[in-house]
């Protein structure tokens, strides 16, 4: 059986970037700067300790990503794998391609002793929290901040 969820490659770097930006402008109405996400996303494949990417490719098409990155917890004593930046091609929403994507975190997270998954999500995608939680995660009882440091 075909899989379509595999590693991204340094040559899927537009791809993501463009996903990225669509992402943003989608759920957060954001405009981001193309050369500045680019960058971005290609640093990861130059430096494998900030993460790392899965694709969906359909066809030779790549339609979907997510993003990986790693924290450490001194309260559990273990590794822990944020999915970021995940994104599917509209016209390939709703064939499972997340969910696939997510499967492989799972098993690859197992492989990897990383003993929890996470992510963040915006307050108002409802549709991503359903699907979130219909794979089995569950809510956080946490608020995220942050600041710029400047």
């Given at each position: 059986?075909y899989?379509p969820?595999r590693?991204?490659?340094a040559?899927?770097?537009e791809?993501?970037a463009?996903f990225?930006?669509?992402?943003?402008?989608?759920?957060?109405n954001?405009?981001?700067?193309p050369?500045?996400v680019?960058?971005?996303?290609?640093?990861?494949?130059?430096?494998?300790?900030?993460g790392?990417?899965?694709?969906a490719?359909?066809?030779?098409?790549?339609v979907?990503?997510l993003?990986i990155?790693?924290?450490?917890s001194?309260?559990?004593?273990c590794?822990?794998?944020?999915?970021?930046s995940?994104?599917?091609?509209?016209?390939n929403?709703g064939?499972?391609?997340?969910?696939?994507m997510?499967?492989?975190?799972?098993e690859?997270?197992k492989?990897?002793?990383?003993?929890?998954?996470?992510?963040?999500v915006e307050t108002?995608?409802e549709?991503?929290?359903a699907?979130?939680?219909?794979l089995?995660?569950?809510?956080?009882?946490?608020?995220?901040y942050?600041?710029k440091?400047?």
């Amino acid at each position: 059986m075909y899989d379509p969820i595999r590693f991204a490659t340094a040559e899927d770097a537009e791809s993501i970037a463009d996903f990225q930006i669509a992402m943003a402008l989608e759920t957060e109405n954001k405009t981001l700067c193309p050369d500045e996400v680019l960058t971005a996303v290609k640093s990861v494949f130059a430096d494998t300790q900030k993460g790392f990417y899965l694709v969906a490719d359909v066809d030779s098409e790549v339609v979907g990503s997510l993003m990986i990155t790693y924290e450490w917890s001194d309260w559990r004593n273990c590794n822990m794998w944020y999915i970021q930046s995940v994104f599917v091609k509209p016209a390939n929403r709703g064939k499972g391609l997340f969910s696939q994507m997510f499967h492989k975190v799972v098993e690859l997270a197992k492989k990897e002793n990383a003993m929890y998954v996470r992510l963040y999500v915006e307050t108002e995608n409802e549709k991503a929290q359903a699907a979130y939680e219909n794979l089995g995660m569950k809510r956080m009882p946490y608020f995220m901040y942050d600041m710029k440091v400047e």
